[in-house]
């Protein structure tokens, strides 16, 4: 009897229900992204001293919501430009360099899945990216960041700079993902090569290219995402690389299912199909925590073979969600100590300084890193452009978080050998990036676009704000009526010599511009980018706000003016221009 029961109920098994083989399963994921993140962890601007949205102990807060649904079927990625921004990660970098790296805290008190690195993590120098790298708990990718002698070899994890993976494998659910993690490979452009030393990027269309193949060999996922600090097209571009790759990899690569990408501060949600007719979801968050990008994916098997992907992609904000008191009380303690950092007076102005004073001619702000970079160097001329839209620095005590708000990066000083020419040629190039050619009084004075209005870095300007130099040590008209190339008229220097095109002239600018960043020496001037490096006369070992710091502490009071070295003309037309255009900028 008991071997008939036991063989009725082996066969109503297989006939009421079917076996895994036979079985229909469905699983459900969600990716989430944060990009750009600067520093900004935390509900408190420590530049401005006040409280701010966003921020990653808001993120955190959406982030536990949809882990508490989806469990582990949910993975958190970051996207790099996390170790400078705010001054909670200089201090660490810098100020506190024996402690944990704070960014790293942060990656791993909110469990990310996968990070990939950023131009601004790669900025700060070896001595503090090596020791992230080293602190940081998940994987760190980047498979186009390659050994020096490695450059354009094939795919091998071991190729990779030390510490960091060329992709990371997840299983969520029986699911298998794997995460490619690539940088924008123009840091040569930006950064100096001792920032950079024994490390080189390759090109990301054939990077990707190689490891999807190698990822498709050997580990055949269900899934395959893109994890790129890249932009989805155009900035520099060169015989070698393009800047902003996303959009050629997901066009030229067949495999990606998602690409997570950032670098641009700006928010995409697109899809584009690739040469193989396939559609590849690339989504973007902008920056400074006030979006999350995020995936939801629905796959479907049929006797235990992947037969359908659905894919949908949204852009949601965070600026509202309450703030994650846990976490917030967690790194109490760290932010305490940052505020006392920054509150640290450094001396005094008699005269508030706004950054919007420099898109319009002569302004303090602009003016007083002039002479302060003309000071420390002993140079003959200084390059600066605005590195903020709309920043002011108070009149009375300057504290060492006002320091941010006048210097942003952590870009080194440099000095280089540059020809009178090629100095004007210089100030040609970025002032027809910034300025419009009038041809009747009623035209815009600068070159303004509504479309990027949004866009952090364009703030309603046709191109980037960080590429508008001006300059210091001589004396100059910008003649609007001028087409393009012609603009620039250099009258004297301005102790009263004469400005000589064939002349040799010290000229100090920061690191990022004498390393080629906006390709206003190259493009600009006429340097080939293989010879900027033999310019270079001086730089200096520390970050450039360091020894503006130093200087100020040093005069103790100052009363910034504009030096009234150069104007826009003809006055008629552009006086009246420029306040129409500062109206539609930053209202009345």
């Known amino acids: 009897m008991k071997r008939v029961l036991l063989s009725t109920i082996i066969l109503m098994s297989l006939t009421f229900c079917p076996s895994a083989h036979s079985a229909t399963k469905t699983v459900r994921l969600k990716v989430i992204e944060t990009s750009d993140v600067h520093g900004h962890f935390f509900p408190y601007d420590f530049m401005e001293k006040k409280p701010i949205k966003g921020t990653l102990v808001r993120a955190n807060t959406y982030i536990n919501r949809q882990r508490q649904q989806y469990g582990d079927r949910l993975l958190l990625i970051d996207n790099g430009d996390i170790l400078q921004g705010q001054p909670c990660v200089y201090w660490s970098n810098y100020v506190m360099p024996e402690d944990e790296n704070l960014a790293a805290q942060v990656i791993n008190y909110m469990k990310y899945d996968a ?24 994987p760190l990718l980047g498979a186009n960041i390659v050994r020096e002698q490695d450059k354009n070899g094939p795919a091998r994890p071991e190729s990779i700079y030390t510490g960091l993976q060329p992709y990371s494998t997840h299983y969520c659910d029986g699911v298998k993902i794997c995460i490619i993690g690539m940088l924008t490979p123009a840091i040569p452009n930006w950064l100096n090569k001792s920032i950079w030393k024994g490390i080189e990027f390759e090109e990301m269309v054939s990077c990707a290219r190689k490891w999807v193949k190698y990822i498709q060999e050997t580990e ?97 904000s965070v600026l509202d969600e309450e703030i994650d008191q846990q976490m917030l009380e967690h790194f109490q303690p760290k932010i305490e100590e940052v505020k006392q950092y920054v509150d640290r007076k450094i001396g005094r102005f008699e005269e508030p300084i706004y950054t919007r004073d420099s898109f319009f001619g002569n302004s303090s702000f602009t003016d007083l890193i002039h002479n302060l970079q003309m000071q420390i160097s002993k140079a003959d001329i200084s390059l600066n452009a605005p590195l903020s839209f709309n920043t002011v620095i108070k009149a009375g005590d300057v504290t060492q978080g006002d320091m941010f708000k006048l210097y942003r990066f952590e870009n080194l000083l440099f000095v280089l050998r540059m020809t009178g020419e090629e100095i004007r040629k210089h ?19 600068l070159r303004l676009n509504d479309a990027s209005k949004d866009d952090q870095q364009r703030t309603g300007f046709e191109y980037y ?25 250099i009258l004297q220097m301005s102790d009263g010599q004469p400005f000589d095109e064939k002349k040799w002239y010290r000229v100090v600018m920061n690191s990022y511009r004498a390393n080629g960043g906006g390709e206003l020496l190259t493009r600009g001037a006429g340097i080939p980018q293989d010879s900027l490096e033999s310019r270079v006369l001086f730089h200096t070992e520390k970050d450039q ?8 502490q040093k005069m103790g009071i100052i009363d910034p003016k504009p030096n009234h070295n150069w104007k826009f003309v003809p006055e008629a037309w552009v006086k009246p221009a420029l306040e129409r255009d500062r109206k539609l900028l930053f209202g009345q």
């Open 220 to 316: 055949r996922p269900d899934l395959i995402f893109g994890l790129f600090h890249s932009g989805l097209n155009g900035g520099i571009t060169t015989e070698e690389y393009e800047e902003n790759a996303t959009e050629a990899v997901a066009h030229e690569v067949p495999g990606f299912d998602v690409i997570f990408f950032g670098h641009d501060h700006q928010v995409h949600n697109e899809w584009v199909t690739n040469k193989a007719g396939q559609r590849v979801l690339c989504i973007d968050p902008s920056c400074y925590v006030k979006n999350v990008a995020e995936a939801d994916i629905t796959l479907t098997y049929e006797d235990g073979r992947l037969t359908k992907k659905d894919i949908n992609g949204e852009i949601v």
């Open 465 to 489: 704000t960080f590429n508008f130099d001006s300059a210091c040590g001589i004396d100059y008209e910008v003649d609007l009526t001028k087409p393009d190339g012609e603009k620039v008229r």
């Open 427 to 445: 100030l040609e190039f970025s002032y027809d990036m910034w300025t419009n050619t009038m041809t009747s009084p009623d035209d815009h004075a």
């Open 545 to 552: 706000r360091y020894y503006l710091t130093e200087e100020i």
């Open 115 to 138: 990070e990939a690195v950023g131009n601004h993590d790669i900025e700060p120098g070896h001595k503090v990216y090596d020791k992230w790298i080293r602190e940081v708990r998940c």
